[in-house]
């Protein structure tokens, strides 16, 4: 599940509505909107942790690993970060599902990912802190 399904389904659980989310968090109810139709991922610390606090829930269970690298990139390098962000994970699912890379070649590439994503991991949760996952 996605950002945005995640987010609307906290939202239903609350009984708001998109308007009184984004008040909540600190956003319009058109960015919210956004965020929710996974057509934008907030990208700005105090967005991300204000969602965190008011739902109650962990910047892992919001975030998929995926979105949790590119909100990294992003972070550190504007827009051009997550579009190369989009770019790297893209390109790694086309050589995984069949490109030409062999056997060996795909195990080196799932290490060096594997590495860059729990790096990544480890600088949120520095970042960001742990909360217990919402049930």
Known sequence: MKFGDKLKKLRLDRGWSQAEAGKAIGVSERVYG????NER???KPEIIQ???NTF???FEYLFTPEEQFQIEA???YGSIGNRQAQKILQGADALFAGGELDEDEKDEMFEILTKLYFEAKKANKEKYGRKK???
């Open 56 to 58: 109650g829930v962990s």
């Open 34 to 37: 956004y965020y929710e139709t």
């Open 74 to 76: 992003s972070q550190k």
């Open 50 to 52: 204000n969602i965190m």
């Open 133 to 135: 996952k919402r049930e």
């Open 41 to 43: 991922t907030p990208s």
